[in-house]
C-alpha cells in the first residue's frame, strides 16, 4: 500500500469507539461497537471524498478530516477535565469559551494544512503511523480478554436447571400469554415509606383491585439487575459464578448470556411459543437474537450516551436533548406497544420488557412533562439516587402508564394473560457501594412484586416470594412441571459483584 494514502482519519475515528470498548468490555456488546464503527467509517468517508473535491488534493483532504476527527472526538474529554476543576463553574460560559477555543484550533490547523502542502506527504506517514499505532493498543486488550475469557471459561460451564417430566394431565388447556416486565429499580412499598415518606398505596391498591397479588415482602435475590435478571429467568440461583467466573472479576460475559439465551424463553418456545423482546437501551437486554420479535422503540443506548458526553455533541445536549428524548421516546413507545402486542403476532407468546424507569436518571415529572436539566449521566451513577424527589416524581409518572397498560391488558386480550410486573433491584438513595451498610442493603433489595395469575395462581403465591420462584411457580402451575420453589435467599455484592453475601437474615429480621 502508497504509505502516503491517507488512511490515517479512518484510524482516528475508530480508535475512540475502539478505546471505549476496551474500557467498558465487561458491560458493552461488540455488535454495538461494530454498528458504530460501520457509520463512523461511512462518515468519514463522505466528509473525505468531500474535501478531496473541494481542495483537489486528498493528502490535504485526509490531514483536515483527521483534524475534524480530533476535535470532534475530543471535546468532551477536555470539558470534562476543564468541568471538574472549575467546580461550580458555569456550564454555558465553559461550553462557549471551549467552544471558541476549538474553533480557533480548527481555522488555525485548516490554514496551516493549506500551507504547507509541501510537507503533505511527510505528515500523511507520519499520521498513518500515529493512528494505526493507536488503534492497535485496544485491539490488543480486546483481544488479550477474549482470549482470557476463552481459556478460562472453555472447561468450566453454568450448570442449567433441567426441565422435569410433566404431567399431561395437568397443562392448561389454554396455555396463557405471558408478559414479564422489568420495571428497574422500583422499589418496596416499604422501602418508599421508610427512605422517601412517600405512600405507594394508592397504586398498589389499584393494582389488588384489578386481581393482582402483591408479595409485599418481596425482595430481589440480588443487587444489580444481570444477576437479578440471569437469575429469574433461569429459575436458580447464580452462586456458583463465583468459582466459574471468580470473585475478583468484573466480567458479564456468562450471566448477560443466561438472560439472552435463558431457561423460561427455551422451555416456552419447546411448548409453541412465540418469544417478543422490547429493547431496553441497557446491555443484555437492548436486543435478544434468540426472539422471534425484537419490538425497536428508540434507536440509543448505554454505547450512544457515553459518546455523547465525550464528544462535540456535549454542548448540543442541552439544547436537542438528544440521549433525553430517545430515552424518553423508549418509555413512551414501549408502553404504547405493550397494549398493542396482540395484534402484533399470534400467540401464545411470551413477552419480556426491561424498562429503565424510575432508575436514573430522570426524565419525566408526575404528569409526564421533562424534567429541567436531566442529569445524563451513566445509569448506574450513585449520586442520581440522593435526588429523592426526582425519583418519586418519576415514579408517579410510571404508576400513571403501568395502571392505563394494565386496564388494557385484562380488558381487550383474548384470555387471561399472566402478568409479573417486578423490580430488579430496589432503589440507592441511603449510601454508596464502597461501604454499604444495613439500610442501603435494605433498600436496594425490596422490590415491587406483583402477579396478576389467572385460574388459581395467586392462591399459590406468598408475601416473601422473591423473584428466582416467579417462573417456578408458574411453569409448575400453567405447565405441569415439577421444579418446586426454592428457599427465598438474598445475596448482596458491591464492587465485586460475585463475592456473595448472604443477607437474607439482615434484609428480613430473623
Not at 247 to 262: C, D, G, L
Not at 355 to 375: D, R, S
Not at 450 to 456: H, Q, R
Amino acid at each position: 500500500m502508497n504509505k502516503h494514502i491517507p488512511i490515517h482519519p479512518f484510524l482516528f475515528g475508530v480508535y475512540p469507539l475502539l478505546f471505549l470498548y476496551s474500557h467498558n468490555i465487561y458491560f458493552l456488546l461488540f455488535h454495538d461497537i461494530l454498528v458504530l464503527i460501520a457509520i463512523d467509517l461511512f462518515v468519514i468517508l463522505v466528509l473525505l471524498l468531500l474535501l478531496s473535491f473541494i481542495l483537489n488534493d486528498r493528502k490535504r483532504a485526509g490531514l483536515v478530516a483527521s483534524l475534524c476527527v480530533l476535535l470532534f472526538f475530543s471535546y468532551g474529554h477536555i470539558y470534562n477535565a476543564i468541568a471538574a476543576f472549575s467546580v461550580g463553574g458555569d456550564v454555558i460560559v465553559i461550553h462557549r469559551l471551549l467552544l471558541l477555543v476549538y474553533s480557533t484550533f480548527f481555522v488555525a490547523g485548516v490554514y496551516i494544512i493549506l500551507r504547507t502542502q509541501r510537507y503533505s506527504n511527510n505528515f500523511t506517514f507520519i499520521f498513518n503511523i500515529i493512528a494505526g499505532v493507536l488503534v492497535v493498543i485496544p485491539l490488543v486488550n480486546i483481544g488479550a480478554y477474549n482470549l482470557r475469557r476463552d481459556t478460562s471459561f472453555q472447561d468450566r460451564k453454568v450448570q442449567k436447571v433441567e426441565t422435569r417430566p410433566t404431567d399431561a394431565g395437568s397443562v392448561s388447556a389454554t396455555l396463557p400469554n405471558i408478559y414479564y416486565i422489568i420495571l428497574d429499580a422500583y422499589t418496596s412499598e416499604a422501602n418508599l415509606k421508610e427512605y422517601y415518606n412517600y405512600d405507594n398505596h394508592e397504586f398498589t391498591g389499584y393494582l389488588e383491585d384489578k386481581g393482582f397479588y402483591i408479595a409485599s415482602e418481596s425482595r430481589s435475590n440480588y443487587a444489580v439487575t444481570f444477576l437479578s435478571l440471569a437469575s429469574s429467568l433461569n429459575l436458580k440461583y447464580l452462586n456458583e459464578l463465583s468459582e466459574v467466573i471468580g470473585v475478583e472479576s468484573e466480567e458479564r460475559f456468562i450471566p448477560n448470556q443466561m438472560i439472552r439465551n435463558n431457561t423460561v424463553m427455551q422451555f416456552l418456545r419447546s411448548k409453541g411459543y412465540k418469544l417478543v423482546h422490547f429493547k431496553s437501551g441497557w446491555g443484555a437486554t437492548d436486543y435478544n437474537r434468540y426472539a422471534d420479535l425484537n419490538v425497536q422503540c428508540g434507536v440509543g443506548n448505554e454505547l450512544l450516551t457515553m459518546l455523547t458526553k465525550t464528544t462535540v455533541l456535549r454542548p448540543l445536549e442541552r439544547y436537542l436533548n438528544l440521549v433525553e428524548n430517545d430515552d424518553r421516546e423508549r418509555v413512551l413507545c414501549t408502553f404504547a406497544r405493550l397494549a398493542q402486542v396482540q395484534d402484533m403476532i399470534e400467540g401464545p407468546y411470551f413477552v419480556f420488557a426491561h424498562m429503565l424507569i424510575p432508575h436514573p436518571p430522570y426524565l419525566f415529572g408526575p404528569n409526564a412533562e421533562g424534567v429541567a436539566n436531566p442529569e445524563l449521566k451513566m445509569l448506574g451513577d450513585i449520586d442520581l439516587w440522593k435526588y429523592k424527589q426526582l425519583y418519586i416524581d418519576q415514579l408517579i409518572f410510571l404508576n400513571k402508564k403501568v395502571r392505563e397498560l394494565v386496564d388494557v391488558l385484562l380488558t381487550t386480550a383474548d384470555s387471561s394473560p399472566v402478568i409479573v410486573l417486578q423490580g430488579d433491584h430496589g432503589s440507592a438513595s441511603s449510601g454508596g457501594w464502597e461501604e454499604p451498610g444495613i439500610s442501603l442493603i435494605k433498600e436496594r433489595t425490596g422490590i415491587l412484586n406483583a402477579y396478576y395469575l389467572p385460574s388459581n395462581g395467586n392462591d399459590l403465591l406468598y408475601n416473601s416470594i422473591t423473584p428466582v420462584n416467579t417462573f417456578r411457580l408458574i411453569l409448575d402451575h400453567y405447565f405441569g412441571t415439577s421444579y418446586g420453589l426454592l428457599d427465598d435467599k438474598i445475596y448482596f455484592s458491591g464492587k465485586q459483584p460475585y463475592k456473595f453475601v448472604d443477607v437474607t437474615s439482615v434484609v428480613s429480621g430473623n
